[in-house]
């Protein structure tokens, strides 16, 4: 059993419910395929600051679109918004982004089993 409990750790520790509800928020700002194909389209671009336009010309999706998108994720705190003149970019948050890849951390430092011996475990994450 003790092998199920580290290969089934997530992140290393319980979250509190302040971190459970701000996971929750980003993981519901993140689950929709628009979103995650803007994100896409960012990270292909090296993660550089990218304009409504940019990313509506990327994307295929309309302005509005996308700029309801944009706004929602930087509600939430995925992506940072800068003004520069009458420009604004947008960015990817890295903090936000470590913050939910370290909640999804599952079986972080827990022992690697060989393949026959992890298929038989079946409930290991």
Do not use: Y
């Amino acid at each position: 059993m003790e092998a199920l409990s580290a290969c089934c750790a997530l992140g290393g520790r319980p979250l509190s419910d302040e971190e459970a509800a701000t996971a929750a928020e980003l993981f519901k700002a993140l689950a929709q395929p628009a979103r995650l194909q803007i994100l896409s389209q960012i990270a292909q671009a090296g993660c550089v600051p990218a304009t409504v336009n940019d990313l509506a010309k990327m994307s295929g999706l309309s302005q509005p679109t996308v700029s309801h998108h944009l706004k929602k994720m930087s509600d939430v705190g995925l992506l940072v918004r800068k003004k520069i003149g009458r420009e604004v970019l947008h960015e990817v948050s890295p903090e936000t982004f470590a913050e939910l890849r370290r909640i999804l951390d599952v079986g972080n430092g827990s022992r690697q089993l060989p393949i026959a011996e992890s298929s038989q475990m079946g409930k290991c994450c």
